[in-house]
């Protein structure tokens, strides 16, 4: 009696290393590595170019892994549920694996109809975790030492692959334009795939991260300091695991270390670390609420700002011409590279939901399709922390021109993604509007500011802290601190949501 076939459906998890599901499959029976081409997922809302040419290359990468292995990838266009009714019909049936995964409410829905289809068939479908999310999650107590433990697992090596009798016929990849995808302004994107996420490991945790702890808030110099891992992990070209056994490695190397640098050295991995606690972190508020995708995670603040569609205000800010010459350079290179640090993508946000005082969810979209990292988990929590409408953070509302004064002092970074400022002098390129020549400039080669941006925040701390008085609120808000809040090992009082209950991931994975 020949063996059941067993399909491994890849979906953000483009790589053969530490990839469980494949090795439980490859030890189960004859093993077919499939990607799933969905027309309906490169539709959605938060999808775009840069993304789909950054999958691309991965997949490109990954075709050629599991040849290696022995079984080539079949790549199929298409819906989930007609690709699967062809699979089975040219199989005769399968067992079923993938990666659990904590996507967009679209992928929700396309999983919950996945299991649904395999359970009406009889089609064993196993999913297995890929991150430090847990699912599912009863209390938050104890998660940090769930994740250690999870992470600190061996990894798992890559299986031998045996082939199905069947011979089975794969699609081309469709190009962008053919998935209905636009250019979108990327000039200069991080590369996909397996051998430049390794690459990127490497050089962060052996050159480039000695100062990720201190340049990891200024967009310029954090271009480099920082890890740059993050679109390597939102699409599975490098495992958590593996990136934090990395880390760690890399820190008992240097832990007795007394080589100059060796200090700023220890204290940058640190830092790294918890920011791959805080990534999955994240991601597990998602997990535990899909629907923080839509609505404020605090009732209170719901309908509070306008909707942004047909604002002016937010053409504006989405194409970097608010008049605010730091908001704005920091929305071009974000444009041309779909990369920024965390704190200026923070700032982005802050500036659209407060100065601006615009509802989150379309600056949150925008921001979506310019990331090519987007992890719909780490990106809705921090949207809506960043807007304030969490109702357990504090209300951060960055000062945009101070920000420019201590993070790009000289203009350097301002005058590359806004030329138009060049002959501006250092001391008013971050506020050209007090040169006296600024008339030679403003309203003819870059704006004049859209806003004041010193009263426009006054007047939203006083909405947001209107909103924030009153028992009803902060009852509201030790529940969603409950479910949501981030724990000390062991701690479990409810601390006053007018506090500072979490901090920002100040890093970019």
């Given at each position: 009696m ?26 189960h ?13 490169w ?13 691309a290359?991965?997949?490109d990468?990954?075709a050629?892994?599991v ?10 266009v298409?819906?989930i ?18 990666h ?6 679209w ?34 107590r ?43 302004g ?16 490497d ?6 991260g ?8 200024s ?15 939102a ?25 100059v ?5 220890r204290?940058?991995?640190?830092s ?6 805080w ?33 002016d ?20 290179m ?22 601006l005082?615009?509802?989150w969810q ?18 809705w929590s921090?949207?809506?922390?960043q ?8 209300v951060?509302?960055y ?11 000289d ?38 500011p ?20 009153g ?12 479910k ?7 701690q ?18």
């Amino acid at each position: 009696m020949s063996e059941r076939p067993q399909v491994v459906w890849f979906k953000r998890d483009l790589r053969v290393a530490d990839h469980r599901p494949l090795a439980m499959a490859a030890a189960h029976g004859p093993t077919v590595p499939l990607y799933v081409v969905e027309p309906e997922l490169w539709r959605q809302a938060d999808a775009s170019f840069r993304q789909w040419q950054f999958v691309a290359e991965c997949l490109d990468e990954l075709a050629t892994a599991v040849a290696a292995l022995g079984q080539p990838l079949v790549i199929r266009v298409g819906d989930i549920g007609d690709v699967l009714t062809a699979l089975r019909d040219e199989l005769g049936g399968f067992d079923l694996w993938a990666h659990q995964e904590t996507g967009n409410d679209w992928t929700y829905a396309r999983d919950r109809f996945v299991a649904a289809w395999c359970r009406e068939r009889a089609i064993p479908w196993t999913e297995l975790p890929q991150g430090g999310v847990i699912r599912p999650l009863a209390a938050r107590r104890g998660w940090a030492g769930r994740w250690d433990r999870r992470m600190n697992e061996p990894l798992t090596a890559p299986p031998a692959l045996r082939r199905v009798p069947t011979q089975l016929t794969s699609d081309r990849l469709p190009t962008a334009a053919e998935l209905g995808l636009r250019a979108d302004g990327i000039v200069a994107a991080q590369r996909g795939g397996r051998r430049a996420a390794l690459a990127t490991l490497d050089s962060f945790l052996t050159e480039r991260g000695r100062d990720y702890r201190r340049a990891m808030s200024s967009p310029g110099a954090g271009a480099d300091a920082c890890s740059r891992l993050s679109p390597y992990l939102a699409w599975g070209a490098l495992a958590m695991r593996e990136a934090h056994q990395a880390n760690e490695l890399r820190r008992r190397q240097l832990a007795d270390s007394e080589a100059v640098g060796a200090a700023t050295w220890r204290a940058s991995l640190k830092s790294f670390s918890g920011r791959l606690h805080w990534h999955c972190h994240f991601m597990q508020k998602l997990e535990d609420q899909p629907n923080m995708e839509f609505a404020d995670l605090h009732s209170a603040y719901r309908g509070l700002r306008p909707a942004a569609d047909s604002s002016d205000l937010f053409a504006a800010w989405c194409r970097g011409e608010t008049g605010l010459p730091f908001v704005d350079a920091c929305m071009r290179m974000l444009i041309a590279t779909g990369w920024l640090n965390f704190r200026m993508r923070a700032m982005l946000m802050a500036v659209a939901s407060y100065h601006l005082w615009l509802d989150w969810q379309q600056p949150g979209l925008h921001l979506a399709r310019l990331f090519v990292d987007f992890e719909p988990g780490i990106h809705w929590s921090q949207v809506q922390m960043q807007s304030g409408s969490t109702g357990i953070n504090a209300v951060r509302i960055y000062n945009p021109v101070k920000q420019g004064y201590d993070q790009d002092p000289d203009g350097s970074f301002v005058r590359r993604w806004l030329p138009e400022l060049a002959g501006v002098p250092d001391e008013f390129v971050q506020e050209p509007w007090r040169w006296d020549k600024a008339d030679e400039v403003l309203e003819r080669t870059y704006p004049r500011p859209i806003i004041d941006h010193l009263a426009a925040a006054r007047e939203a701390r006083k909405r947001v802290w209107q909103v924030r008085r009153g028992g009803a609120f902060r009852e509201e808000a030790r529940a969603i601190f409950d479910k949501h809040g981030s724990r000390k090992r062991g701690q479990r009082s409810r601390r006053p949501a007018s506090k500072n209950l979490e901090l920002p991931l100040d890093g970019d994975t």
